[in-house]
């Protein structure tokens, strides 16, 4: 007799064993399969470059006394791609043409903005010249400049006050005593405090003298306040005044008719701006056709890969020997080498097909297996055959129903019902 528990366990090693021996299977299923891929993947190189032989070939005329179907249609879109280079060319012949003459253009175009800009600059240099004999413009003047030059000197003295506040006011701020009044505005109006408080704040005032110390950092303080304040008006001031000579300036080059000389050089500046973006536009259409022209040089253009998927897709569906008539039919041997070399990847991939076939088939067995032996551990749980007071009347034929159920010779329904029947 045989416990139940023990009965379950050699359930579980037999079935580890299987999940094993499924990993191994699996493990060799995806060794063939990336065998495959790759013998593939050869394959494919060889088809392209095969057809790549076959393109030069008629290309260079000399099979065209033996044209099937696909190399004819091959030699149709290599025909097209002929006449599409060629329009390629012309079209990037046009493009540099047209950068010529734009370049041209605007060579002209900023000789008059030149032109046109000499001509305002002279009528503001004579407006400007008489400004200098108007008194009004010479008064406004200095009196701009005065009130900038007060506002530079009242901006450098603020400057200096804060320096001082920050250098001066330091023992201040670094006496505990100081500031504990300052901070509570003692000796102001906006002092308040309990009568017992002010008794100890007067002492301690009297203490430190206090007031003249307050005094003293009160100024310290407020000084660059009032000085901010002086240059900000100076400031304000002195950019009335440069307004003010702003308008005079302007009104003089307007009464000396300055505005249509501004607007041609306005529109003169615009025309050459609008040629620089048609000259950025055509050099980078022309950049476009240079990078079609590589393709093309490269054999990366859409019709020569047309043409290559054509002769593939008929090379993938010839037998070899029409594949090595093919070649034999035709000048030199490099066709002949990759027709031998696409005979034995075709032999190659063959027998991995087929060992993947059989490695994907015994792999599906083994997953049944697996499954099987999991139903049937759900089952012995679900029926309690593991209680303690469960026994099965012959351990050792027990095991040796789980080995022939692993090599196939036995059902899961066969052990499930022995299983039963050894239960007691």
Do not use: C
């Not at 392209?48 to 696909?70: F, G, V």
């Not at 041209?104 to 030149?114: A, I, K, V």
């Not at 003692?186 to 203490?207: I, Q």
């Amino acid at each position: 007799m045989i416990s139940g528990r023990l009965t379950l366990a050699q359930i579980d090693r037999t079935l580890q064993q299987a999940r094993s021996t499924l990993q191994e299977v699996d493990e060799k299923v995806q060794h063939t399969t990336l065998q495959l891929a790759r013998i593939r993947q050869q394959e494919s190189k060889t088809y392209q470059k095969l057809a790549t032989l076959r393109l030069d070939q008629i290309e260079d005329q000399t099979i065209l006394s033996n044209l099937d179907q696909a190399d004819e249609r091959a030699r149709q879109i290599l025909t097209a791609r002929e006449q599409a280079l060629a329009d390629l060319k012309q079209e990037t012949s046009q493009s540099q043409g047209r950068q010529t003459e734009l370049e041209e253009d605007r060579q002209r175009q900023n000789r008059l903005l030149e032109e046109a800009a000499q001509q305002l600059e002279h009528q503001l240099e004579v407006t400007h010249k008489r400004l200098q004999q108007s008194p009004e413009f010479t008064g406004q003047q200095a009196t701009a400049q005065r009130l900038l030059d007060q506002a530079a000197a009242a901006e450098a003295k603020t400057a200096q006050a804060n320096q001082d506040k920050e250098v001066k006011g330091l023992p201040y701020r670094n006496d505990k005593l100081f500031m504990y009044l300052w901070n509570r505005r003692y000796g102001t109006t906006d002092y308040r405090a309990w009568p017992l408080a002010r008794l100890l704040d007067r002492w301690v005032a009297k203490h430190i003298s206090f007031e003249q110390a307050r005094r003293n950092y009160y100024m310290l303080t407020e000084i660059p306040k009032r000085l901010q304040a002086h240059a900000e008006q100076l400031q304000a001031q002195a950019g009335q005044a440069m307004e003010e000579l702003s308008r005079l300036e302007r009104a003089a080059e307007l009464s000396d008719g300055v505005e249509p000389l501004e607007q041609a050089v306005a529109d003169r500046q615009a025309k050459t701006e609008a040629l620089d973006q048609a000259i950025a536009d055509e050099e980078q259409s022309y950049a476009g056709l240079i990078s079609r022209q590589e393709d093309f040089a490269g054999g990366r253009d859409n019709l020569f890969q047309q043409a290559i998927a054509v002769l593939v897709a008929n090379f993938r569906s010839e037998p070899i020997p029409q594949l090595r008539e093919e070649a034999e039919a035709t000048y030199g041997y490099s066709d002949d080498s990759e027709v031998d070399r696409l005979a034995a990847l075709r032999q190659e991939k063959t027998v991995l097909e087929d060992s993947l076939d059989e490695k994907r088939t015994l792999h599906r067995r083994r997953a049944a297996k697996v499954h099987q032996l999991e139903d049937l551990r759900r089952q012995f749980k679900q029926a309690r055959y593991d209680a303690p007071n469960s026994r099965f009347s012959d351990g050792q034929m027990l095991e040796v129903m789980l080995g022939e159920f692993l090599r196939g010779l036995l059902s899961s329904d066969r052990l499930w019902r022995a299983l039963r029947r050894s239960q007691r």
